[in-house]
């Protein structure tokens, strides 16, 4: 089985910048794309971010120039710097892995973390 733990959540002005970790634990024995959801009351969970087994990396136009996605590949854990935040980026964050088994992929979520952005 997987388990993934975010971290890194909290509350923050308008223009200040977080740094969300999401650290994968289990039957892992690739690597394997991740990525960064968020959902806001009354909004669908959409996606915030992405990093491909071979690195690349894709983001929402939303964030796009604000967030950077990385990951470390010995710790199992995928980051998401966020800077020049706004309060429209107030959600839960979550993290995602998908596992490829027998040809089935497979999706792990994590709990996830509140960004709180205050104006």
């Known amino acids: 089985q997987v388990q993934l733990v975010e971290s890194g959540g909290g509350l923050v002005q308008a223009g200040g910048s977080l740094r969300l970790s999401c650290v994968a634990s289990g039957s892992i024995f690739t690597i394997n794309p991740m990525t960064w959801y968020r959902q806001a009351p009354g909004k669908q969970r959409e996606l915030v971010a992405g990093?491909?087994?071979?690195?690349?990396?894709n983001y929402a136009d939303s964030v796009k120039g604000r967030f950077t996605i990385s990951r470390d590949n010995g710790k199992n854990t995928v980051y998401l710097q966020m800077n020049s935040l706004k309060p429209e980026d107030t959600a839960v964050y979550y993290c995602?892995?998908?596992?490829?088994?027998?040809?089935?992929?497979?999706?792990?979520w994590g709990q996830g973390t509140q960004v709180t952005v205050s104006s």
């Open positions: 990093i491909t087994s071979g690195g690349s990396t």
């Open positions: 995602k892995m998908s596992k490829m088994s027998r040809g089935i992929a497979a999706d792990y």
